[in-house]
């Protein structure tokens, strides 16, 4: 079984940036889809951003244009590179992985 923990988030100002990553306990090589999703209070978890162990990424639209998703298999490491934040940012991030992984969360909170 594979640990996710998340670390990166914290509060920041409307326009800033933050960069999230998530460490997992073994080798990710094997987990295919590594993803980005977040959850606003009062709110649905949604789909932030999803990586391939092929390279290829998908973003959810309010998100493309400012985020990037990568992810360094020597390191067993995803990351989530946030730009031009806004407040609607605001959530708790989890990483999730192939055979539905989950981390524990980390929250973002941007200001206005």
């Known amino acids: 079984q594979v640990q996710l923990v998340e670390s990166g988030g914290g509060l920041v100002q409307a326009g800033g940036s933050l960069r999230l990553s998530c460490a997992a306990s073994g080798s990710i090589v094997s987990l295919n889809t590594m993803g980005w999703y977040r959850q606003a209070p009062g709110k649905q978890r949604e789909l932030v951003a999803t990586?391939?162990?092929?390279?290829?990424?998908n973003y959810a639209d309010s998100v493309k244009g400012r985020f990037t998703i990568s992810r360094d298999n020597a390191k067993n490491t995803m990351y989530l590179q946030m730009n031009s934040l806004k407040p609607e940012d605001t959530a708790v991030y989890y990483c999730r992985s192939s055979y539905n992984y989950w981390g524990q969360g980390t929250q973002v909170t941007v200001s206005s």
């Open positions: 990586i391939h162990s092929t390279g290829n990424t």
